[in-house]
Nanobody
């Protein structure tokens, strides 16, 4: 059974780059027909799909975050990463990674990580 686990710093200073890693076990990130996604949920708000990397390595981004977001992967370590640059306190959120079968907000039966809290503060 595929499992995903987010990791990274819980506190980032404004203007810095947020970097998170999603480590996948029980399955390969190169498996066809899946999108390995990043989603966040700010306090008191709904979930926001940020972007994804496909099984081939192609990347896809939310238009609203595209200029600040980069998603990459390391197939030898079976993990994928999120970088969000020039963060502000508005980027404070719980960040999730997920394995989905489509782009955009994951379908109900997608596989999710447990999420990690990231706070942007000086």
């Amino acid at each position: 059974q595929v499992q995903l686990q987010e990791s990274g710093p819980g506190l980032v200073k404004p203007s810095q780059t947020l970097s998170l890693t999603c480590t996948v076990s029980g399955g390969s990130i190169t498996t066809n027909f899946y999108y390995w996604s990043w989603i966040r949920q700010p306090p008191g708000k709904g979930q926001e799909w940020m972007g994804a990397i496909g099984s081939s390595g192609s990347t896809y981004y939310s238009p609203s975050l595209k200029s600040r977001t980069s998603i990459s992967r390391d197939t030898s370590r079976n993990h994928f990463t999120l970088q969000l640059s020039s963060v502000t306190p508005e980027d404070t959120a719980v960040y999730y990674c997920a394995r989905a079968q489509s782009l955009g907000p994951p379908e109900p039966d997608a596989t999710w990580g447990q999420g990690t809290q990231v706070t942007v503060s000086s």
